[in-house]
């Protein structure tokens, strides 16, 4: 399973996600590869996704996608996270 976290630089807030969804995929003992990634390379990263993370201000640029598109308000709420990908992945 491939995830990419999505952020306008692809090195900030996406990497925080990025290293959050994966603390949260441990426990749920879940495998896959996380990658963090900026807006303007989001098609070619996430064209094999099955998860694409993000906030709002993004969702509108990722265009057509076969990836469940997951919007997080709170990059550090792994509570929220560990929801919204256990929802997306049952």
């Given amino acids: 399973m491939k995830i990419v976290t999505i952020c306008g630089a692809g090195i900030g807030s996406s990497g925080i996600l990025k290293v959050n969804a994966e603390r949260v995929l441990r426990k749920l003992e879940i ?16 064209a094999d ?16 996608t076969s990836a469940d598109v997951i919007v997080v308000e709170n990059y550090f709420d792994t509570d929220e996270l560990r929801a919204k990908l256990e929802a997306a992945l049952a």
Avoid: H, N, P, R
């Fill in 31 to 46: 495998e896959a590869t996380v990658v963090a990634a900026d807006i303007s390379s989001v098609k070619q990263v996430a």
């Fill in 49 to 64: 996704a099955q998860v694409i993370l993000t906030s709002a201000e993004f969702v509108g640029a990722i265009g057509k």
